[in-house]
């Protein structure tokens, strides 16, 4: 599996996501800039957390409308897998690849501690390595990942199963305790858990790998 | 042009002796300009005048040493060509008088200090005091000063992975906000700010000079008084994405060889750092203030000098460099431009619209800088035993103990930091130090930040030994090797003899335990005038501390394991209740002697634990502090399993009579530690050959804290007990 992970002027978590694609490939993923309007031919685009802009604006908004971005819009339209990861998730409501939007939190607190996910969906190129209903240790570090959507789209996403990962003790007040969700064609997933930080057993366990091995099972 | 009064002489801080000093040195009455680059380089802030003569008998050397005190952060080697590079700096009246931006820029700063040398910050700690709990503002300081470290510290990727919060109403007015950095750079790719040579390009970088924060470091030495909250304007504003553009595009020029010097800019700002940089590399600079990117219009000189702007830098090139350079801030989208020129005259020159606005021997401005033997008189140590009730219910006292603003948890604060973004915590908040791995390495870094105030209020010079032995003893708990330390002395008016007294009293304890302990001070900052209205400080010399795990997967953590471990007693207990939690919160009284350091006795005891660890042979480990043994078993039972609390333990007391002062005495050089039994009895049969206390006090087990067989509690009432007061405490923030 070939990977790229877009680089933003503030993203913080673009090494942890080398690291643990390095890891879990055996090779490093290209590291694009965000004013490039081309990627290279790769399987999976990784939108990293951090705070793109600064994030003084909406989460993700400025970041939305960067060159980069309209190369990853091709990429998902044909087909090409995109996984968004905190500020990544946001990025990509603000960019309309996935729908909803992430509010500050319910305690308008930033949140940062591992919390427990339970896999909704195996159907994906993302979670076919986990079993349905599996409890899954993630951490997040986010004060904005109150996912919100209207009732109709949340019951979509629901009936077409696309909720992937939801809380088990929400941590934000997300909407039907909604931590992670697909796109229509089910090959963007934007989530606020970190499965990069969670590759490597010495640093908060290795819950993550499953979500990194399913990927590359089904794109390579 | 203004004329220069006594009165304005005195708003700028300056005495009339040192008035007429820079007269002398210049040979002529300093213009206005040229007052307020004096005020603020000659400010106890940027000079040290009060503490200089006595920090010089600190230790700073050792082979581990690659950089002492001088620059804007020290430096240790920790092997393979990485190069460890940390400071501790306080920023405590900003943050009284606007808690998120004060706490938020205090940060930002610290940061640069440590990416200016050329390390990439790799964790972050704090070290924070407030006032009484109650105090009508103790919430919107503490919320505020929270939120200001997170919110930058977040933004930056960097995590803030630990350090220590009390509450004391010697702080009501005066809280202390020290945050320190850690950053990794290698042996061969260290920056200083000498500016050698003449003719080379001057280049200022990061955000624009604005009207914010002018005058800062003189407030910053000054004592507060209830008018001092009108001094918000003085307080700056941080923008932590600027400062992270800042951080990637200097590390990017780092890595070109196009940098002769480089400084960021902190106190006093533009001065300060051109000023510096003169000094260290013995030459002279000249800007021209004309070519400074401003984001008002119509500043004057005066304004830009001592702007405090956050997030800019400034650098000296080697000639023929500045378009590369240029190309870096480019992409990163900062602000970049050639503002002057080093000269071979030692003076800095000041241009600004086409005269000169002020020009002065750099000398003058640091190295003649007022040096003050500050009288001092050394008070009586508190001595003493307080009388208490020794027939109380030791586990009752505990879960009170547990419950009160200094003991409970401080999971609120530290949920608020993102402590595992870089992916290297190996150890988050809540253990006895922080451990960060060498990314891409096996080896880790342990961090700890520590001082007892109240021993030092009753003891400077006990107080003082103490911070530095309860670090070094941290970082063993972990299993750390210590390496170096950075001093963060926060104390009162210098210049009320009393106070200078415990100023140079706690500097000899620090010094003699530095030294016993192999564990030199390499870099540091003083912040003196905390006091509101007369009423000093508890004295407060936080000391942070570097130690080295050379391989990470050895690290011991609080949390007992396994159910069956013997849980064993390392060190002597003499029940000494003096300046204890127990005796403050059970007795409500703050008295006698704060506990002796025997120092030969901690490097003892903490080389014979650190070697256990080190060997796998013990990854069970807590040191005794605050509370004493029985809250120290407490804590381990209540981070068992995750912190769900699921392993208790059964404990008797030993060797001493008095079961209050067994529990809960704060005797030092103390360490618990849980080994599977069939590993106990070698350990103990070592250790006595080594003529070494211990004591096995029980077995871990089951899901409560018993003692003597006799009484007994759930972990899960402690852990609810120890888990409620923060969030119940903040509940009525808004």
């Known amino acids: 599996m070939k990977a790229a992970v877009i680089v933003f002027p503030a993203s913080n978590c673009d090494r942890d996501a080398k690291t643990a694609l390095t890891e879990m490939t055996g090779k490093s993923p290209a590291m694009i800039w965000h004013q490039d309007s081309e990627l290279p031919d790769v399987d999976l685009v990784v939108i990293p957390g951090g705070f793109s802009y600064g994030d003084y604006l909406r989460c993700g908004a400025m970041a939305s409308q960067s060159p980069v971005m309209r190369a990853v819009k091709a990429h998902a339209d044909m087909g090409g897998a995109v996984l968004g990861i905190c500020n990544g998730f946001q990025v990509l409501t603000e960019s309309h690849l996935l729908p909803g939007a992430l509010m500050r939190n319910a305690g308008l607190k930033f949140v940062c501690k591992p919390v427990t996910l339970r896999v909704e969906e195996t159907q994906s190129a993302f979670t076919s390595g986990y079993d349905n209903g599996q409890s899954v240790m993630f951490p997040v570090a986010h004060g904005e990942g109150n996912y919100y959507a209207d009732d109709a789209t949340l019951d979509r996403l629901e009936g077409e199963g696309r909720v992937v990962f939801r809380y088990t003790a929400n941590p934000n007040g997300s ?46 | ?99 998120y931006q004060g706490a938020a820029t205090g940060v930002g700063g610290i940061m640069r200090d440590v990416f200016t040398m050329g390390a990439r910050p790799i964790a972050m700690m704090n070290a924070l005091r407030f006032g009484e709990a109650d105090h009508p503002k103790a919430r919107h300081l503490v919320a505020g000063v929270v939120s200001g470290i997170g919110g930058y510290g977040n933004c930056m990727g960097v995590p803030t992975v630990g350090g220590e919060v009390n509450f004391h109403k010697s702080y009501n007015d005066n809280i202390l906000v020290n945050a320190m950095c850690v950053g990794l750079a290698r042996t061969d790719n260290i920056f200083l700010s000498a500016a050698k040579g003449a003719g080379n390009p001057v280049v200022y970088f990061g955000s624009k000079t604005g009207r914010d924060g002018i005058h800062g470091a003189t407030m910053a030495s000054a004592e507060f008084d209830d008018a001092s909250e009108e001094k918000r304007p003085t307080v700056q504003v941080g923008d932590p994405f600027a400062e992270k553009l800042l951080l990637e595009a200097t590390l990017e020029l780092m890595a070109t060889d196009a940098i002769i010097a480089i400084q960021d800019m902190g106190a006093a700002g533009l001065t300060s750092s051109s000023a510096e940089m003169g000094d260290k590399g013995g030459s002279g600079i000249e800007l021209n203030l004309d070519m400074v990117p401003q984001r008002e219009p119509n500043m004057t000189a005066y304004e830009m000098l001592l702007s405090e702007s956050q997030e800019r830098m400034l650098a000296v090139l080697k000639p023929g460099r500045e378009a590369e350079a240029e190309a870096i801030f480019k992409k990163w989208e900062l602000d970049f431009a050639v503002i002057g020129i080093t000269t071979d005259t030692k003076r800095l020159i000041i241009k600004h619209k086409g005269v000169v606005a002020a020009d002065m021997p750099i000398t003058a401005l640091s190295d003649e800088a007022p040096v003050y033997e500050r009288p ?18 030791v586990l009752a006292s505990l879960e009170k103990m547990l419950g009160s603003a200094d003991m409970a948890s401080r999971r609120w604060i530290w949920e608020q930091y993102d402590h595992s973004v870089m992916n290297d915590t190996s150890q988050a908040p809540g253990g006895d130090a922080a451990v960060v791995r060498v990314h891409g390495t096996k080896k880790a870094l342990a961090i700890s930040t520590d001082v007892t105030p109240r021993y030092c209020k009753a003891d400077p010079r006990m107080g003082g030994r103490q911070a ?7 970082l063993t708990a972990v299993g750390a090797t210590p390496l170096a330390t950075t001093d963060n002395l926060n104390f009162g008016n210098p210049q009320k003899p009393d106070i200078m007294g415990e100023i140079v009293a706690a500097i000899d304890g620090i010094g ?16 003196l005038y905390n006091e509101t209205n007369g009423e000093g400080i508890f004295p407060t010399p936080a000391i942070g501390g570097v130690g080295l795990l050379k391989d990470a997967s050895k690290m011991a953590t609080i949390a007992f394991k396994r159910d069956g471990d013997v849980v064993i007693l390392v060190g002597e207990t003499k029940g000494h209740l003096g300046q204890s939690i127990y005796l403050r919160e059970i007795e409500g009284k703050e008295e006698g002697a704060a506990p002796k350091v025997d120092l030969f006795a901690e490097r003892r005891h903490g080389d014979f634990v650190r070697k256990l660890i080190e060997t796998g042979r013990v990854d069970t480990c807590h040191d005794l502090s605050d509370g004493g043994l029985i809250v120290a078993i407490a804590e381990m039972a209540m981070a068992s399993k995750n912190g769900s609390g699921g392993i208790g333990a059964s404990v008797v007391q030993a060797s001493i009579a008095d079961a209050i002062g067994f529990w809960f005495g704060e005797d030092q050089a103390r360490y618990l530690i849980a080994a599977p039994f069939a590993q106990a009895e070698t350990i103990v049969a070592e250790a006595r050959a080594a003529g070494i206390t211990v004591a096995e006090l029980g077995k871990t087990g089951g899901d409560s804290l018993s003692i003597d067989g006799k009484s007994s509690v759930a972990v899960s009432k402690l852990q609810t007990a120890h888990e409620a007061w923060f969030p119940d405490f903040m509940k009525a923030e808004l």
């Open chain 2, 1 to 99: 042009m203004t004329e220069i009064t006594p009165a304005i002489v005195a708003e700028h801080g300056l005495s009339p002796d040192e008035y007429a000093r820079i007269n002398t040195l210049l040979g002529r009455a300093p213009n206005m300009v040229e007052l307020g680059v004096f005020s603020v380089m000659w400010s106890e802030h940027c000079s040290y005048k009060s503490t200089r003569a006595h920090l010089r008998k600190l230790p700073t050397t050792g082979p581990q040493v690659i950089q002492g005190p001088g620059e804007n952060a020290g430096v240790i080697d920790i092997g393979d060509g990485d190069a460890c590079i940390f400071k501790m700096e306080s920023h405590n009246h900003p943050s009284f008088i606007e808690p």
């Open chain 2, 468 to 474: 530095v032995a309860e670090c070094w003893r941290n």
């Open chain 2, 376 to 393: 001092y008189t050394l008070r009586e140590p508190a001595s003493g035993t307080p009388t208490y009730d020794k027939a109380r219910p």
């Open chain 1, 175 to 220: 909407a039907r305790d909604i931590a992670g969700i697909l796109s229509e064609k089910r090959n963007v997933l934007g989530m606020m858990p970190h499965p990069e930080r969670v590759v490597d057993g010495a640093t908060g366990g290795t819950d993550g790998r499953k979500l990194f091995q399913s990927l590359i099972e089904t794109l390579s």
């Open chain 2, 512 to 527: 003699e335990a530095c030294r016993a302990l192999d564990f030199p001070i390499v870099s540091g900052n003083c912040s």
